[in-house]
């Protein structure tokens, strides 16, 4: 059980007091199966008690293990400890909504009239396409350290046109991807220019259920083949980051122990993946066939034909390329019509087990149908682990298995890129999880 004390000073925005009866609202509003919201799953994700047989209307809302003791003492009730389940609170899925504002103005609530929140910033105007803009709420606790009398945020789909707004003076902050870095321009604002690792990982699946990659010497040979400093480097060269591990190095509470990579180089690699194919039963004159699936992008297309080639190169492989539009691709990934498939992880929280818990047995996203009861039960044993010290020993073992089992083989961690001018303060530029919250930011003389 978790006990949530909230602030006695709390308000909304429109003078009314926050009580631990609006989360309670907010959150059986989540999982209610009449509002079908896409973030349900959060509260399953969280272990929350019933949430699952709630969403599936097994269970009327009230039956959810969330419990106001009085106005300011909200008891959460968990079917199972969680380590993570702290960090997930912050997910915006779990805010508060004021039930008498939802009430009074039903289907309208998100007007800018009408929107009542209770965070530093009250939305005042909002243009569709056009901007969204905010002033103070005279009302948060902390409005006397609000400093920005007032927030415009422009939506802008292009990168170049985010670009394009950000170096004539339109906007002061800007995100774009890191496959449109124009690496001259930004060597003349060092220090307008931040490349921040992202909790993903971009890597490659391999089917354990279907010949040849259910062969874990073959999906060795696979793994440990990929040259990933050229894929990085040379192929990309966009600021993305060498994956060895499927947890990115940015995650917290996790330190990584000695790998199965450490101190070998990739000539040495390549020669115990030939080892490796070979004591599997291929070799030139009995090739290893197999196809490889990603989803219509430019960046995995480069990445498919540089491994492929890779593979074909070092290990005489002969790789069939299968470039798929996003419905077909998902339907190859979860019937397992496959044998080796792009895929992309971005955790729903920063915690290790984000990842790990993709190669559990029953995880529906384990498009690799990895079964291992040995793998299940560590992942098992560190959720219920409350040290973090003892809990990163877990992750660690799990972390082996992957690399020693292979079912999938980690290419590279995505990185995002900023552009935030000098004068503006208070951005959390290291902040892997993407936040950022108005109430920091400030200005200084220039």
Do not use: C
């Not at 199966?33 to 009327?60: D, M, R």
């Not at 997910?91 to 800018?112: E, M």
């Not at 799990?398 to 690399?403: I, N, Y």
């Amino acid at each position: 059980m978790w006990f949530f004390y909230l602030r006695p000073d709390a308000k909304w925005s429109n003078g009314d007091p926050v009580t631990a009866k609006d989360f309670v609202y907010s959150w059986h509003r989540l999982v209610d199966p009449v509002n079908h919201s896409p973030f349900a799953y959060f509260a399953t994700l969280a272990g929350i008690k019933n949430a699952q047989k709630i969403i599936n209307n097994e269970l009327p809302i009230e039956k959810l293990g969330v419990e106001a003791l009085d106005n300011h003492t909200l008891k959460v009730t968990l079917e199972q400890p969680a380590p993570y389940f702290l960090n997930l609170t912050s997910h915006f899925s779990f805010f508060p909504v004021n039930q008498k504002i939802i009430a009074r103005y039903g289907q309208n609530w998100l007007t800018p009239t009408n929107l009542v929140g209770n965070g530093a910033f009250r939305l005042t105007e909002r243009i569709a396409g056009e901007k969204i803009v905010l002033q103070p709420n005279r009302y948060y606790w902390d409005h006397k350290n609000t400093i920005l009398t007032k927030v415009t945020f422009v939506p802008i789909k292009q990168n170049a046109r985010a670009w394009q707004s950000y170096f004539a003076g339109d906007v002061v902050e800007t995100e774009f991807l890191p496959e449109h870095l124009d690496s001259k321009l930004l060597q003349q604002i060092p220090d307008e220019f931040y490349l921040v690792g992202q909790l993903a990982t971009y890597y490659y699946v391999f089917n354990t259920q279907k010949p040849p990659t259910d062969d874990r010497r073959v999906r060795r040979a696979l793994t440990v083949s990929i040259n990933r400093d050229v894929i990085t480097n040379k192929i990309l060269a966009d600021g993305e980051k060498v994956a060895y591990r499927f947890i990115p190095d940015v995650i917290a509470d996790f330190t990584p122990e000695r790998g199965f990579y450490d101190g070998y180089g990739q000539k040495e690699l390549d020669e115990q993946a030939r080892v490796l194919l070979h004591l599997a039963g291929f070799s030139r004159h009995n090739p290893l066939k197999l196809s490889l699936v990603y989803n219509n992008s430019e960046n995995n297309k480069k990445v498919a034909i540089a491994i492929a080639s890779m593979w074909k190169r070092k290990l005489g492989a002969e790789i069939t390329l299968v470039n798929q539009q996003w419905k077909t691709y998902n339907e190859s990934r979860n019937s397992g019509h496959f044998n080796v498939l792009g895929a992309a992880r971005f955790a729903e929280y920063n915690e290790p087990s984000s990842f790990l818990n993709v190669m559990v047995s029953s995880n529906r996203g384990n498009w690799a149908k990895f079964q291992n009861s040995d793998y299940d039960q560590i992942i098992a044993a560190a959720m219920m682990e409350k040290n973090i010290k003892n809990r990163n020993r877990f992750y660690n073992r799990a972390e082996k298995m992957v690399l020693t089992h292979a079912p999938i083989a980690p290419i590279y961690y995505y990185s995002r890129g900023y552009l935030i001018k000098s004068w503006l303060k208070g951005y959390p530029v290291n902040n892997p999880e993407n936040v950022s919250y108005s109430h920091t930011l400030y200005v200084i003389k220039h």
